[in-house]
Nanobody, 128 residues
Framework: QVQLVESGGGSVQAGESLRLSCAASKSSYSSGCMGWFRQAPGKEREGVAV???????EYAVSVKGRFTISKDNAKNTLDLQMNSLKAEDTAIYYC??????????????????????WGQGIQVTVSS
C-alpha cells in the first residue's frame, strides 16, 4: 500500500496563498495519475485538480486560473499551489494516486474510484 502524506495546510485570509505538498512512499505510483480532492463540511468530496502520467492537467472550474498542480517524479511529490484563496475553498484536501496511467482529464477528475491510494487529508481554512 502506498502511503501519501499531505503537508502545508493551515488558516489564511481570503486573497492569500498556500502550497500543499504530498509525499508518496512508493516510487512506482509517481508514474500514475495523481490528484487533489477536497471535502467541505456537509458536502461530498470533489476533484480539484489532476495530473496525468504525461503531465496533462485538468482543474475544477471553481479553481481554474487560481490553482496549479505539479508533480516531481524524482522526488515522488505532488504539489498544489493555491493562489487568491476564497472562503469557499475551505475544506479538507486529500492527495490521491492511481496505480494506472491516465491522462489528466475531466474523467480522471470526476472518477474517484480510479485512485488506489489516499492521504489522510489536511485542513485548509480561508477566512473572509
Amino acid at each position: 500500500q502506498v502511503q501519501l502524506v499531505e503537508s502545508g495546510g493551515g488558516s489564511v485570509q481570503a486573497g492569500e496563498s498556500l502550497r500543499l505538498s504530498c509525499a508518496a512512499s512508493k516510487s512506482s505510483y509517481s508514474s500514475g495519475c495523481m490528484g487533489w480532492f477536497r471535502q467541505a463540511p456537509g458536502k461530498e468530496r470533489e476533484g480539484v485538480a489532476v495530473i496525468g502520467n504525461d503531465g496533462s492537467t485538468e482543474y475544477a472550474v471553481s479553481v481554474k486560473g487560481r490553482f496549479t498542480i505539479s508533480k516531481d517524479n524524482a522526488k515522488n511529490t505532488l504539489d498544489l499551489q493555491m493562489n487568491s484563496l476564497k472562503a469557499e475553498d475551505t475544506a479538507i484536501y486529500y492527495c490521491a494516486a492511481s496505480s494506472r496511467e491516465y491522462y489528466g482529464s475531466r474523467w480522471a477528475l470526476e472518477t474517484q474510484r480510479l485512485y488506489d491510494s489516499w492521504g489522510q487529508g489536511i485542513q485548509v481554512t480561508v477566512s473572509s
